[in-house]
């Protein structure tokens, strides 16, 4: 089966949308007023400068136009900006699409002879600028992973699963439910990106409380690295020095590319149920779930709205009369006013389920929450993959969107909440306009939680971008002086660079960068990824390895 | 309350110790013939060169014989032979005690200054090398931490204490028992290890089942750098690169010297409550122990001993003539005459505790096992950190006693048992001799388990350590062969460090090097010790920074 066309300009694949309902955007308008819309232009007229010439490259190679542009950027705010406004920052000069790890390595190797920077790329969907073409007067070719797909060894006694990096997360699931197995991972990305992906960038999914982010799925990788194979063996446990898979997950590109990845796979769930609880306020919320994974109430998807997502989530929905009717009481009466939407479900058998839920239910009455039944849940299962398309419907009328997302202790997560929102409407307020600021958890964990930010504001045309990258900074700035860490799934990508040493200080990035430099001492690898970097030429400049005087 | 007095040369404190059973010496006479006794000199008689000069360092030093003596070395059965011929390798020439992190930090700092080799000592537990002084021709120093001690903060919404790094485990737990919480971790040296020692080594307690070993119990970290005060903040998950706090795991003090480390605890359980279970042979066990973990059947402590440990530890034990009559009619019945004991352990509330071991006992019986009663295991609990003293009485009897660690998939398990079985017989009989060797699971995984074997062989004179040499390389040679990591929980050390390249590659021997290298670019900090290092000489010989020339 052939992979759906994507959408060249924007979210998921073509045919696929999802609209902004009126009263999503009334709601909207009437605290932040829209903007003016960001109205794509065609694919013809974006700006794609004359390719470089390259040596032959091993694979399959592209040079055309179109194969050009559709991989110069990912999803992040600045990417759909270029490509919205058609001048797309830079494009690869090609794409190889390598057909197995012989190839990767090959074209790797041809890359380190010729200085070519190798942007690697997955499903594409890196939202902090990670597989962004960055603008460089030496050649740059995106190496896709897309045909290296499919799984290679089913461990069934051990429950481990081997990928080749290229496969998405539907093929994923299918190659196991076939067996009866899943893996569970489920980020919103889920129907796009790639087990390699994942692993690079340390991706979490909406059932991480049950099965685990990504790093626990992890038990063994392979690399093609510029000194060659690197393969790390399943291994349970080890004491055999630190964890380097650790370091592979989270390494972005730059310590080599991820050919294949042994992953921790489980059974089948026989069932799945969840519901929705509504809960008085925020800190009920937060109060609540805390409890529930402190306690080791089994769940496997927890997701708690804040007032205000709360509120927004009611306008993206078509309600019957009768229950909107019931939704307007209870968010209208003087308990709910500040209500926030938790939902939270199970997998297992139905006894299992229904003794979860029954403890489940004690906890949250405990904070004062109210069940209100599954049909919203059910509802959030099956479109939770299509609410990324609304960023794009809501740019072309007239917003600016964006997420931001971290992770904290939980003695530090309300006060981290405040102040995220109140340095963005700072932020906004010192240029001239207002928000809108969402927030949810979906992960916890029994020592802290991430939050989840969505932010809106309007579009000004040719300040889209200044508007933006003022927002991002205050945010960033914010989350990191409150304990808060850069990302919690996201990555740290060319975005998040400039910020990573307040993060894991200085010892933090000489390790790091030492790291790099010795699997890719020419960094051809992702440059500006994850680290700021030197411009290619200038690394080189000083011979085909790094010396020590840099380090400094 | 000061700290017992330790052996000077031997495991544990002054006035403990575990006897050879007589029933368990004819056991393992009949098996393999006791040897010559190794018997310990005086500590008067022991050699101790004299200590070369030192600069004025930071902090308590103490440069007195008994100081120096005592702090040679660790645990390995080299060590013990060192000190019971009293022929240590080497001895420090100072030993160092600063009072806090700004000491630690200071003592680094003139060792840097004046190329000082410090090998880093928490509760010198370690088996594998790990704070054996190396014989050097420059001067060497233990800095102990043994000063920093204490919990610095506890955060009680978060679950997370921070403690110093020369806590011990019955601080540890004294500290967080006063607030009704716990941390669970408890390795056989418990009693002597300390909070650093476990993050330095990724060391793992009989409840890793439960709680989980110390990679998932570490959330934050502090390290002195020969580069800088290293925080590694707490956050109970991240994107922001790779988790350099599995970095630190692992370090075995060659990134640094850790400081503090903060611990993710949890509330005290209400009960705890264990069983015996009898399996009819090997491979049951392993099925059962798979089934247990991959199915979620909650437990806290799992332990499998295999048929000859199994029949081994009946020796050990002082049993009522019923009982001992019904145990010979268990293991003398066709059924069990390869039974291996499984002990599974529980914590919680009472109800908890019953439904849990309602589970099991479906899974255990579907594997043909049966349970004994709990008497078995109330006793392995109450003796569980004396098994390690009958190591030095079963030297002065005449055997010498090693243990051996690894962790593999489940597919590879069985296999990898038989084999090291295989290769440690070889070799004995290659020198002329008969081994005895035991092997248990007690930590286990979704997707494998440990395994821990303990060999037992006649020690001859002046052969003592050839003897080891032959079957620890053996051994080793032969787990790495079949899929198994150098090491589960004990490290490694000096003593592993020439075959880890064969388990991480020559990739990630790369990354490794290149990290201790950026941190601690003169090599003083526990050189040898997880990488062969050439001589601290000879790598200052190329200046105050390492330059890529020795990267190749």
Same mark, same amino acid.
């Given at each position: 089966?052939?992979?759906?066309?994507?959408?060249?300009?924007?979210?998921? &694949?073509?045919?696929?949308a999802?609209?902004?309902?009126?009263?999503?955007?009334?709601?909207?308008?009437?605290?932040?007023?829209?903007?003016?819309?960001?109205?794509?232009?065609?694919?013809?007229?974006?700006?794609?400068g004359?390719?470089?010439?390259?040596?032959? /490259?091993?694979?399959?190679?592209?040079?055309?136009?179109?194969?050009?542009?559709?991989?110069?950027?990912?999803?992040?705010?600045?990417?759909?900006?270029?490509?919205?406004?058609?001048?797309?920052?830079?494009?690869?000069?090609?794409?190889?699409?390598p057909?197995?790890?012989?190839?990767?390595?090959?074209?790797?190797?041809?890359?380190?002879?010729?200085?070519?920077?190798?942007?690697?790329?997955?499903?594409?969907?890196?939202?902090v600028?990670?597989?962004?073409?960055?603008?460089?007067?030496?050649?740059?070719?995106?190496?896709?992973?897309?045909?290296?797909?499919?799984?290679?060894?089913?461990?069934?006694? *051990?429950?481990?699963?081997? &990928?080749?990096?290229?496969?998405?997360?539907?093929?994923?699931?299918?190659?196991?439910?076939?067996?009866? /197995?899943?893996?569970?991972?489920?980020?919103?990305?889920?129907?796009?990106?790639t087990?390699?992906?994942?692993?690079?960038?340390?991706?979490?999914?909406?059932?991480?409380?049950?099965?685990?982010?990504?790093?626990?799925?992890?038990?063994?990788?392979?690399?093609?690295?510029?000194?060659?194979? #690197?393969?790390?063996?399943?291994?349970?446990?080890?004491?055999?020095?630190?964890?380097?898979?650790?370091?592979?997950?989270?390494?972005e590109?730059?310590?080599?590319?991820i050919?294949?990845?042994?992953?921790?796979?489980?059974?089948?769930?026989?069932?799945?149920?969840?519901t929705v609880?509504?809960?008085?306020? #925020?800190?009920?919320?937060?109060?609540?779930?805390?409890?529930?994974?402190?306690?080791?109430?089994?769940?496997?998807?927890?997701? /708690?709205?804040?007032?205000?997502?709360?509120?927004f989530?009611?306008?993206?929905?078509?309600?019957?009369?009768?229950?909107?009717?019931?939704?307007?009481?209870?968010?209208?009466?003087?308990? &709910?006013?500040?209500?926030?939407?938790?939902?939270?479900? #199970?997998?297992?058998?139905?006894?299992?389920?229904?003794?979860a839920?029954?403890?489940?239910?004690?906890?949250?009455?405990?904070?004062?929450?109210?069940?209100?039944? *599954?049909?919203?849940?059910?509802?959030?299962?099956?479109?939770?993959?299509?609410?990324?398309?609304?960023?794009?419907?809501?740019?072309?009328?007239? #917003?600016?969107?964006?997420?931001l997302?971290?992770?904290?202790?939980?003695?530090?997560?309300?006060?981290?909440?405040?102040?995220?929102?109140?340095?963005?409407?700072?932020?906004?307020?010192?240029?001239?306009?207002?928000?809108?600021?969402?927030?949810?958890?979906?992960?916890?964990?029994?020592?802290?939680?991430?939050?989840?930010?969505?932010? &809106?504001?309007?579009?000004?045309?040719?300040?889209?971008?200044?508007?933006?990258?003022?927002?991002?900074?205050?945010?960033t700035?914010?989350?990191l002086?409150?304990?808060?860490?850069?990302?919690?799934?996201?990555?740290?990508?060319?975005?998040?660079?400039?910020?990573?040493?307040?993060?894991?200080?200085?010892?933090?990035?000489?390790?790091?960068?030492?790291a790099?430099?010795?699997?890719?001492?020419d960094?051809?690898?992702?440059?500006?990824?994850?680290?700021?970097?030197?411009?290619?030429?200038?690394?080189?400049?000083?011979?085909?390895?790094i010396?020590?005087?840099?380090?400094?």
């Amino acid at each position: 089966m052939p992979p759906r066309a994507r959408r060249w300009n924007g979210w998921g &694949f073509d045919g696929e949308a999802m609209a902004v309902p009126s009263r999503a955007a009334a709601w909207l308008a009437s605290r932040a007023p829209a903007g003016v819309p960001l109205v794509p232009v065609d694919e013809a007229a974006c700006e794609v400068g004359e390719a470089r010439p390259l040596p032959p /490259l091993p694979g399959a190679v592209a040079g055309d136009r179109a194969s050009r542009l559709r991989h110069a950027c990912g999803q992040s705010f600045p990417d759909l900006v270029a490509l919205r406004t058609g001048r797309p920052l830079a494009c690869p000069d090609a794409v190889v699409e390598p057909e197995d790890a012989a190839q990767v390595a090959a074209v790797l190797e041809a890359a380190v002879r010729h200085r070519i920077a190798v942007i690697v790329r997955g499903g594409g969907t890196s939202v902090v600028g990670g597989v962004t073409v960055p603008p460089r007067p030496d050649p740059v070719v995106v190496l896709s992973l897309a045909r290296l797909r499919g799984l290679v060894d089913l461990d069934r006694q *051990s429950l481990l699963a081997t &990928f080749l990096a290229g496969t998405t997360g539907p093929e994923v699931e299918a190659a196991l439910g076939a067996a009866g /197995l899943r893996l569970g991972h489920e980020p919103q990305s889920f129907e796009l990106s790639t087990v390699g992906g994942w692993v690079a960038t340390r991706s979490a999914g909406v059932r991480s409380n049950g099965v685990g982010t990504i790093d626990g799925l992890v038990a063994g990788a392979e690399l093609a690295t510029a000194r060659g194979a #690197w393969r790390l063996a399943p291994q349970p446990a080890s004491a055999a020095g630190p964890e380097l898979r650790r370091l592979v997950l989270g390494s972005e590109g730059r310590l080599g590319i991820i050919t294949a990845a042994t992953l921790r796979v489980r059974a089948r769930p026989e069932a799945e149920h969840g519901t929705v609880v509504v809960l008085p306020g #925020w800190g009920d919320g937060l109060a609540c779930c805390r409890e529930l994974v402190q306690s080791g109430v089994p769940h496997e998807i927890m997701r /708690l709205s804040d007032p205000t997502e709360t509120a927004f989530g009611t306008t993206l929905v078509e309600l019957s009369p009768l229950v909107a009717r019931a939704s307007r009481a209870l968010f209208g009466s003087r308990r &709910f006013a500040e209500g926030c939407v938790l939902l939270l479900g #199970w997998a297992g058998t139905d006894r299992e389920i229904g003794r979860a839920r029954t403890a489940a239910r004690r906890v949250w009455r405990r904070h004062g929450g109210l069940g209100v039944g *599954s049909s919203g849940w059910r509802r959030w299962l099956r479109d939770r993959f299509r609410h990324p398309y609304l960023r794009d419907a809501l740019i072309s009328a007239g #917003w600016g969107v964006d997420t931001l997302e971290t992770a904290a202790p939980w003695r530090e997560l309300a006060a981290l909440h405040a102040a995220v929102r109140g340095a963005l409407e700072r932020a906004a307020a010192g240029r001239g306009f207002e928000i809108v600021l969402l927030c949810h958890v979906s992960h916890a964990y029994r020592d802290g939680a991430s939050l989840y930010f969505t932010v &809106f504001w309007p579009l000004r045309p040719g300040r889209e971008l200044a508007d933006w990258r003022e927002l991002k900074r205050a945010a960033t700035a914010t989350l990191l002086a409150g304990g808060g860490t850069l990302s919690h799934h996201h990555g740290v990508g060319t975005m998040h660079a400039p910020f990573l040493p307040r993060e894991i200080g200085a010892p933090g990035v000489a390790v790091l960068r030492a790291a790099v430099r010795a699997l890719d001492p020419d960094g051809v690898l992702n440059p500006g990824v994850l680290l700021v970097d030197e411009p290619l030429s200038r690394a080189t400049d000083h011979g085909p390895r790094i010396t020590s005087g840099e380090e400094a």
